[in-house]
């Protein structure tokens, strides 16, 4: 839902039928409003007349509901590792030993989990990250087929970093959480990924 609150004219003909041969719809962005909890969005809407001089028909106001919740990225997205994030992999164990080195990652997640690719399952599309006004993580689907994902503020916590090391050559695995996205706290709902990756020599 928050995709479109974000971009309401990129769904303008996908969040409702009308002829639009015959009328033009008009969002307001200035009187959007939205529900993160119930996860519902209202758009005030002008319905005008195409061929009679844009003459306004009708103003109303038109709630939206029916929207996919959080929890339903676990089958939609997936991590990859980039070559940032091995670089600074490799330079945060490169003293340490096989084990669990959770306390290690868990400290700086919120600098590293940026170097990880999210991607769409189906496409294999790659989300943006990007900063909120409050400079606060956003992970945003708008140049993917998935317009509808902006995850705003979110959140992730480790839950488990173990390094393997086979005579020289190191495998992290590790384990992350989705915690929180769009002024929502997810307790029951939340997502977790797992990645591996071979940190280089």
């Not at 307001?28 to 319905?47: A, F, M, P, Y």
């Not at 106001?61 to 089958?75: A, C, P, Q, R, V």
């Not at 992730?156 to 970093?161: G, K, P, T």
Request: charged letters at 30%; hydrophobic letters at 35%.
């Amino acid at each position: 839902m928050r995709g479109i609150y974000e971009n309401p004219a990129l769904f303008n003909g996908r969040l409702f039928s009308y002829d639009d041969k015959t009328y033009a719809v008009v969002i307001n962005e200035s009187r959007k409003e939205k529900s993160d909890g119930d996860n519902t969005l209202t758009l005030h809407l002008s319905l005008r007349a195409k061929n009679n001089g844009d003459v306004q028909l009708a103003e109303f106001d038109k709630t939206f509901t029916g929207f996919k919740s959080l929890k339903e990225l676990k089958s939609e997205l997936k991590p990859h590792s980039t070559a940032n994030l091995l670089v600074f992999m490799k330079d945060r164990v490169k003293k340490n030993d096989s084990g669990d080195i959770t306390n290690k990652l868990s400290i700086s997640i919120e600098n590293w989990i940026r170097d990880v690719e999210f991607t769409t399952q189906k496409e294999q599309e790659a989300l943006t990250w990007e900063k909120n006004k409050w400079s606060k993580n956003v992970l945003s689907g708008l140049h993917t087929s998935m317009k509808d994902i902006y995850l705003d503020g979110v959140k992730f916590e480790l839950i488990s970093a173990k390094l393997n090391d086979d005579n020289g050559r190191k495998t992290l695995h590790i384990t992350f959480r989705m915690a929180g996205a769009n002024e929502l706290v997810l307790t029951d709902d939340a997502i977790d990924f797992n990645m591996t990756m071979h940190i280089p020599s």
